[in-house]
């Protein structure tokens, strides 16, 4: 019968997950909060094009002031961009609070996970 010294093997493993992870993620698992601040502060987000305030009323006017993400996303044209911005909302407000989700092997699986189902959407 093998016996680990459950402190000692503890505090191994939870160096091991933290040197996979960034400094937010170690104080999301140390217990405390990280996220959105409370109370939610409205911001119009320019770069969507259901704003009213929005400079991509085109698919011209996308590809003349194409945003980082949509570069990324190899997006093209303005349904595309609106579709990625429906997911990426879905995303986040279904998002779990659990922070060990989002270090180490379960970090990986949610990663693969979710771009198995945005190529689903996208397609």
Known sequence: MVTYNR???????????LDSCD????????????????PLVPIDHMDDPRSPRTALHTDADLAANMPLSAQFRKTHTLEQW????????RAIQE??????LYVGVRKKIRRRWARLRRQEVMS
Request: avoid cysteine.
């Open 23 to 38: 400094e937010s993620m170690r104080v999301a698992t140390a217990g405390w909060v990280n996220g959105w601040s409370v």
């Open 95 to 100: 998002a779990p609070a659990d922070p060990r």
């Open 82 to 89: 609106r579709a990625h911005l429906r997911l990426s909302a």
């Open 7 to 17: 402190p000692a093997y503890t505090r191994l493993s939870l160096e091991h997950l």
